[in-house]
Structure formats: structure tokens, C-alpha cells
């Protein structure tokens, strides 16, 4: 709610020396907390951004919305209906914009915990994910093949099949099962997800978990 002393709105942009960058203009800002952001990769001139908030510069914009380079809304990813709750993490991709976290519904569809939508803010049907996520999914991230994504979090089951805080999925939003966890984590969540630099083939997990697939790994393990 500040910066340098200075009262702000959950979100601005810094120039290079760490000053604000003032051409940046959220108005009233975002009514709620702010867990990630995301430059569009279309077009990075635009920015995604999604939280706990319901509103933005007084507009309703549930839980995730679109800025333009100045910082006004783009109404064009309309989400004014939105999520009904967190959105903990996206990804943006060119098949459109991932989310996660812990929501039943997005716009009325039901959605448990992880949805993909369109560039402009429509639920696609197509990504078809069953029973979605059995509790919250804190982790998004992209496969090394760069096709497929993996996702972490609290939950115990992906569409109803037992994957205990990681699982990767296809493009369709159906299991991968050539990624084969096992037991999964053994407690807590996975927090955070990235490829390895040596090895894009490999995956780092952070997290709150004491062990991975029946063996000690204390908060952080590297998996193929």
C-alpha cells in the first residue's frame, strides 16, 4: 500500500533506478491482494495480473484482469464475472491464459481450482479437466516440451485420479501419465514450480513437503 513512503495501490511499475514509473496509472487500483503478474507474451506491452481482488479502479474485475502499457483496463479480457475465489498463479501461453488456486467457478462454469480461457476472457470448454483440482493449486508452470504444463499445489487428486501436489497435464487438460509421481509429496503443498538450466528435462518443486514419493526431500527435490 506504499512505495518509498508514498501510498499506492497493490501495483505499479518502476523505472530502471527504482523510481515510479508515474506514465503507469491504475487509478483507485485493486481493492485486494496482488499473487502474480504476467507479461503478455503476445504483446508485451500488456500486462495480466491476479489476486484475491473483485475490484479495479472502482470496475469489477474478479480476481483477474488486463492492463494496457498505461495502465488502463483492457476491457477486450473481459473477467468481470470472473472467479469466485484466489487465483494463486497463471500462466500465458499461445493456447491462452492458465490459472490456479482455489475457486469453484469461474463465470458460473464450474471450474475446481484450475481453468484455461480465451484472450479474451471466455472459459474454454475444450480444456477438459473433469473433477479439476481436489484442493488449491499454488504452482503453474510450462513442461520442458513446452506443449504440456505442471502444476502444484495442496491437492491430493487431478480429475479425480491421485496425483498428491504435482501433476503435468496435455494441452486438452488430460493427464500426462508418462509423468509418474508416485506417492507425490507427503504433506503441505507445492509452492512454486521451475525447469532446471542444465536440464530443461528436469523440474525443481518448493514447497512444504518433508518427503517426495517415500523419500526425505525437505521443502525443495529435482525430478525428471
Not at 523510481?19 to 496509472?25: A, E, I, L, R, V
Not at 476491457?75 to 490459472?99: K, L, Q
Not at 504435482?166 to 503441505?188: E, H, K, Q, S, V
Amino acid at each position: 500500500t506504499q512505495y518509498k513512503g508514498v501510498g499506492e495501490v497493490r501495483l505499479i511499475r518502476l523505472n530502471a533506478d527504482g523510481s515510479k514509473d508515474g506514465s503507469f496509472n491504475i487509478g483507485t487500483g485493486l481493492d485486494a491482494v496482488v499473487r502474480d503478474i504476467k507479461i503478455d507474451p503476445a504483446n508485451n506491452i500488456k500486462l495480466y495480473a491476479a489476486g484475491d481482488f473483485v475490484t479495479v479502479n472502482g470496475s469489477t474485475y474478479q480476481r483477474a484482469v488486463r492492463f494496457n502499457s498505461s495502465g488502463s483496463i483492457d476491457t477486450a479480457f473481459n473477467t468481470t464475472a470472473g472467479f469466485d475465489g484466489p487465483v494463486y498463479r497463471m500462466n500465458i501461453t499461445s493456447d491462452g491464459f492458465y490459472a490456479t488456486g482455489s475457486f469453484a467457478n469461474y463465470n458460473a462454469t464450474a471450474r475446481s481450482n484450475i481453468a484455461r480461457l480465451s484472450t479474451s476472457g471466455v472459459v474454454d470448454g475444450t480444456f477438459a479437466i473433469n473433477d479439476g483440482l481436489s484442493q488449491a493449486g499454488r504452482a503453474l508452470a510450462n513442461a520442458p516440451n513446452g506443449v504440456d504444463q505442471v502444476v502444484g499445489g495442496l491437492f491430493s487428486t487431478y480429475g479425480g485420479l491421485t496425483y498428491r501436489g504435482i501433476a503435468r497435464y496435455n494441452a486438452n487438460g488430460a493427464i500426462d501419465a508418462t509423468f509418474n509421481p508416485g506417492l507425490g509429496i507427503n504433506t503441505g503443498m507445492v509452492s512454486d514450480i521451475a525447469l532446471a538450466q542444465d536440464d530443461p528435462n528436469d523440474i525443481y518443486l518448493v514447497g512444504t513437503f518433508t518427503q517426495y514419493n517415500g523419500v526425505t526431500a525437505n521443502s525443495i527435490v529435482r525430478v525428471n
